[in-house]
């Protein structure tokens, strides 16, 4: 395992949670006034908030609770989640392309 890799997988990993929703920040105003179709917000919404459907199973709310949206720790956990599996990933092409680069 190489800390230098680990410490750059991290932040690009970040970095591909928040462009992916800079980007749709960007289609919703492209189509201003009105909304873009649905297909084009769902497909920059759920590469994100994929994981949440698991959270959300996880951490549920309280029986008497009337708000129904997903509780902060169901979204910090799917966030987290998420990070973790796209850092993996740029983990992965980075040691990928050292190996590659020594054999050549």
Same mark, same amino acid.
């Given at each position: 395992?190489?800390?230098?890799?680990?410490? #750059?997988?991290?932040?690009l +990993?970040? %970095?591909?949670?928040? $462009? =992916? $929703?800079? /980007?749709?920040?960007? #289609?919703? *105003? *492209?189509?201003?006034?009105?909304?873009?179709? $649905? !297909?084009? @917000?769902? /497909?920059?919404?759920?590469? =994100? &908030?994929?994981? *949440? !459907?698991?959270?959300?199973? @996880?951490?549920?709310? /309280?029986? +008497? =609770?009337?708000? $129904?949206?997903?509780?902060?720790? /169901? #979204?910090?956990?799917a &966030?987290l989640?998420? *990070?973790? @599996?796209?850092?993996?990933? @740029?983990? &992965? %092409?980075?040691?990928?392309?050292?190996?590659?680069?020594?054999?050549?």
């Amino acid at each position: 395992m190489s800390w230098k890799r680990l410490l #750059v997988s991290i932040p690009l +990993g970040f %970095l591909i949670v928040v $462009g =992916d $929703g800079v /980007a749709l920040m960007l #289609v919703s *105003l *492209l189509y201003r006034p009105s909304h873009p179709p $649905g !297909w084009v @917000i769902a /497909a920059f919404y759920y590469f =994100d &908030a994929w994981p *949440l !459907w698991i959270t959300q199973r @996880i951490f549920t709310r /309280a029986p +008497g =609770d009337t708000f $129904g949206g997903p509780t902060i720790l /169901a #979204v910090a956990a799917a &966030a987290l989640f998420d *990070l973790i @599996i796209f850092s993996t990933i @740029i983990y &992965a %092409l980075l040691s990928w392309r050292a190996r590659r680069k020594v054999r050549v």
